[in-house]
Nanobody
Framework: QVQLVESGGGLVQTGGSLRLSCAAS????????MGWFRQAPGKEREFVAT????????AYAGSVKGRFTISRDNAKNTVYLQMNSLKFEDTAVYYC?????????????????WGQGTQVTVSS
């Protein structure tokens, strides 16, 4: 069983930055593709970014491309989401997810493990 714990959320002004972290338990972290998803109030959860097990491949939602960067440190069993130029519409609960496969995915249903979420609030 893999456990995922997010941290780094908080309140930030428009244009500011935050870095989210997701710490994973388990010995085979490098074999898991990881993803970040988010859910805004009254909306469905949506894909944000994904990264392959090795960290060599990434993909982003169009709404965050160029502003967010996903990365991972397999030695620390941690995946990160650097968020720059934050906008009011980035306000959401952000979830870390792990997939028992080395390739990432934009599809929520293809992830096997989920964290509890961390709140990001961007004030206008």
């Amino acid at each position: 069983q893999v456990q995922l714990v997010e941290s780094g959320g908080g309140l930030v002004q428009t244009g500011g930055s935050l870095r989210l972290s997701c710490a994973a338990s388990g010995r085979t972290f490098s074999g898991y593709a990881m993803g970040w998803f988010r859910q805004a109030p009254g909306k469905e959860r949506e894909f944000v970014a994904t990264i392959t097990g090795s960290g060599g491949g990434t993909a982003y939602a169009g709404s965050v491309k160029g502003r967010f960067t996903i990365s991972r440190d397999n030695a620390k069993n941690t995946v990160y989401l650097q968020m720059n130029s934050l906008k009011f519409e980035d306000t959401a609960v952000y979830y870390c997810a792990g997939r028992i496969y080395y390739l990432g995915s934009e599809r929520e249903a293809e992830y096997d493990y989920w964290g509890q979420g961390t709140q990001v609030t961007v004030s206008s």
